[in-house]
């Protein structure tokens, strides 16, 4: 490798990638919600308070420097090089800090119909009567912004009081957090016992438990819970963090001593189960149930009742 000042490589990983991307590559910064930005090209790639994560691939960092050579493959001699000869030609203006404020949560306007929201999770396999569960309890409804329509799923505290929506489009790609959302309080199906059952997303617990509905001498007895969606882990597995979601759950539901853990057939969610796996203290028994086909438990679903899976497009693993 060529030899670089250390100096120079210093000044280099200074640089965040929102202010290299607003100063040298501003066509590709998109902004998603409050301080959130995402890329033009990944719109899983979510830049936010001096960090970026790319959520579709689990992997994420602080630096322009970490972000060309893990998202745009550079070589680390290549990456810095092109920070600094940018730098070079245009000294980059660093936008002011904007001070914290705390978001306060709200939920999106609810629209007067669940008609949209109900034939998309239909066509997914998701059961009607699940479905209309979930309006009942106040935990899904449908959003509309002229002829775009979302689902929202609601994450409660234990008052019942909401901390938390993820929303869905139904006709693209589009997913996100509501601004100010609390991923300590995640979409969740209480069900009393001493079980519970981890999933990614929303739609991958409502699949799982719409298959023990239809397949009722498989029954489960627990909660239900969605982490949406999961990290890579540190190199040091064993100081990786447990998902916020399940820490709050868990403090929360003293009674829990058994975790099955459904997360996806893909390297993020493998990685994050090895992870789980490694920190969850020893009184937990701890069970990994990945979905016998497909990606996720709504691929295993589909499979069962022979519907096509998600259009790989919807799907786009790589944004």
Not at 248 to 255: A, D, I, S, V
Request: net charge neutral; charged share 25%; proline share 7%.
């Amino acid at each position: 490798m060529p030899y670089i000042d250390p100096e120079v490589i210093l000044e280099a990983k200074q640089m965040d990638l929102l202010t290299y991307l607003q100063n040298y590559e501003p066509k590709e910064l998109v902004h998603f919600s409050g301080n959130v930005y995402c890329t033009r090209t990944h719109d899983s790639l979510k830049i936010s308070n001096g960090k970026w994560c790319w959520h579709s691939r689990g992997i994420g960092g602080r630096s322009a420097l970490d972000y060309l050579i893990k998202v745009n493959g550079m070589s680390f001699t290549e990456a810095v090089e092109q920070i600094m000869g940018q730098a070079a030609i245009k000294p980059p203006v660093f936008m002011p800090k904007a001070q914290k404020l705390s978001t306060p949560f709200a939920l999106p306007p609810m629209d007067k119909s669940i008609t949209e929201v109900e034939r998309y999770l239909m066509q997914r396999g998701i059961s009607r009567e699940l479905i209309r569960y979930c309006v009942d309890s106040q935990i899904l409804y449908q959003t509309r912004k002229g002829e775009y329509c979302n689902a929202v799923f609601v994450g409660c505290d234990k008052d019942r009081i909401p901390r938390y929506a993820s929303i869905r489009g139904i006709s693209g790609d589009f997913k996100g957090d509501v601004t100010g959302s609390d991923k300590r309080y995640s979409f969740a199906l209480p069900n009393g016992g001493k079980n519970l059952h981890l999933f990614e997303s929303a739609i991958d617990l409502l699949s799982f438990a719409t298959l023990k509905a239809i397949q009722p001498q498989h029954g489960y007895d627990g909660d239900l819970l969605s982490l949406s969606g999961v990290y890579k882990p540190k190199q040091n597995i064993e100081d990786s963090a447990l998902p916020p979601a399940l820490t709050q759950y868990l403090k929360g539901h003293p009674e829990i001593s058994h975790i099955h853990l459904h997360l996806d057939n893909d390297l993020a969610g493998r990685l994050a189960t090895k992870a789980i796996v490694a920190v969850l203290p020893n009184r937990y028994a701890v069970t990994d149930e990945p979905p016998p086909s497909g990606k996720d438990y709504n691929d295993y679903l589909c499979d069962c009742l022979n519907l096509p899976r998600t259009h790989v497009k919807e799907r786009n693993y790589a944004r």
